[in-house]
């Protein structure tokens, strides 16, 4: 049994697929079948239930899957550290990002990552908290920027930067002569996410109507709400970043009168060997977003 063998079998358990297990870990399916078969007949147990259509984990597998996990993340960590002991601010960096923030952070922080840590491969993995977390825990990623507060002792955070959130309303819309708009007149017509996205719950908790709101249209993107709303939808709230296309799909943008916004964070395993290169990364972030709200509220960086 080896480290190869072990990540073939992760791979399989995540794809439940022999073809696109194979094809993540960069093999031929004949040679990652050929593999597995070996890791039963050494363990002397069946790990997956075969038919033409799909494959799944047996129950044994199920048991000794925790396990291979920790095995794997565990040299994975001993790989890391010889490392960090080499250059702490060289090699992978697996950093997941939320699906409301990726499109709109990573095109700022991207350029100044290369440039000031040039020997970190940064490899973005964008999806929801739910999952992010998930990845996380079973060290699929190293990191992840979040816009939850994460209370859990075997994680760690850095506050990196607050983000407001801002009124997106059609040009002729009756609160788009306004000032600064208040939540609850968003309420009749919001358009929000679907579950399962942070954002959603946020923008509900902001418009003090939990459950009160458009459920004709929940949007599984910020892209396609911000594309309804230009169509004359319905409203939104944004986050700040994502002010500078909304603008140039011509929506209105307004502040809101009792102001909110979500906090965004870095988070990690507590026992991740490369500290220094998340702090290097933070820190960057953090400086590059630095003076952000102010800037989104009195309108000189709706740019980003």
Same mark, same amino acid.
């Given at each position: 049994? =080896?480290?190869?063998?072990?990540?073939?079998?992760?791979?399989?358990?995540?794809?439940?697929?022999?073809?696109?297990?194979?094809?993540?870990?960069?093999?031929?399916?004949?040679?990652?079948?050929?593999?597995?078969?070996?890791l039963e007949e050494l363990l002397g147990v069946e790990l997956f239930e075969r038919t033409n259509k799909?494959?799944?984990?047996?129950?044994?597998?199920?048991?000794?899957?925790?396990?291979?996990?920790?095995?794997?993340?565990?040299?994975?960590?001993?790989?890391?550290?010889?490392?960090?002991?080499?250059?702490?601010?060289?090699?992978?960096?697996?950093?997941?990002?939320?699906?409301?923030?990726?499109?709109?952070?990573?095109?700022?922080?991207?350029?100044?990552?290369?440039?000031?840590?040039?020997?970190?491969?940064?490899?973005?993995w964008e999806d929801q908290t739910a999952s992010l977390l998930k990845r996380l825990r079973n060290h699929?990623?190293?990191?992840?920027?979040?816009?939850?507060?994460?209370?859990?002792?075997?994680?760690?955070?850095?506050?990196?930067?607050?983000?407001?959130?801002?009124?997106?309303?059609?040009?002729?819309?009756?609160?788009?002569?306004?000032?600064?708009?208040?939540e609850t007149d968003l309420a009749d017509d919001i358009l929000v996410l679907a579950d399962g996205h942070?954002?959603?719950?946020?923008?509900?908790?902001?418009?003090?109507?939990?459950?009160?709101? =458009?459920?004709?249209?929940?949007?599984?993107?910020?892209?396609?709400?911000? =594309?309804?709303?230009?169509?004359?939808?319905?409203?939104?709230?944004?986050?700040?970043?994502?002010?500078?296309?909304?603008?140039?799909?011509?929506?209105?943008?307004?502040?809101?009168?009792?102001?909110?916004?979500?906090?965004?964070?870095?988070?990690?395993?507590?026992?991740?060997?490369?500290?220094?290169?998340?702090?290097?990364?933070? =820190?960057?972030?953090?400086?590059?977003?630095?003076?952000?709200?102010?800037?989104?509220?009195?309108?000189?960086?709706?740019?980003?």
């Amino acid at each position: 049994m =080896n480290l190869r063998d072990l990540r073939y079998l992760l791979a399989v358990v995540e794809h439940e697929h022999f073809g696109r297990a194979a094809e993540a870990c960069g093999i031929r399916q004949p040679t990652l079948s050929v593999q597995i078969r070996r890791l039963e007949e050494l363990l002397g147990v069946e790990l997956f239930e075969r038919t033409n259509k799909t494959v799944v984990p047996t129950a044994a597998c199920e048991q000794l899957i925790g396990h291979v996990r920790a095995a794997v993340a565990e040299m994975g960590a001993v790989i890391d550290i010889g490392r960090s002991l080499r250059d702490p601010l060289a090699g992978r960096l697996r950093l997941g990002v939320i699906a409301t923030l990726a499109p709109f952070l990573l095109p700022l922080i991207f350029g100044p990552l290369r440039q000031a840590l040039p020997g970190l491969e940064l490899e973005p993995w964008e999806d929801q908290t739910a999952s992010l977390l998930k990845r996380l825990r079973n060290h699929e990623l190293d990191a992840a920027l979040l816009a939850t507060d994460v209370l859990e002792p075997d994680l760690l955070s850095q506050v990196l930067f607050c983000e407001p959130f801002i009124a997106a309303l059609p040009p002729d819309h009756r609160l788009a002569g306004l000032a600064a708009v208040a939540e609850t007149d968003l309420a009749d017509d919001i358009l929000v996410l679907a579950d399962g996205h942070c954002l959603r719950d946020q923008v509900l908790a902001a418009c003090r109507q939990h459950g009160t709101h =458009n459920s004709a249209m929940q949007a599984t993107s910020l892209m396609t709400l911000l =594309n309804m709303v230009a169509a004359g939808y319905g409203t939104t709230l944004i986050p700040g970043l994502a002010a500078g296309v909304a603008q140039d799909m011509g929506i209105a943008l307004r502040p809101l009168a009792a102001p909110a916004g979500r906090t965004v964070r870095l988070v990690w395993r507590a026992r991740f060997a490369r500290r220094a290169a998340l702090e290097a990364v933070g =820190n960057l972030i953090a400086t590059r977003l630095r003076g952000f709200a102010e800037g989104v509220t009195d309108g000189t960086e709706k740019k980003g």
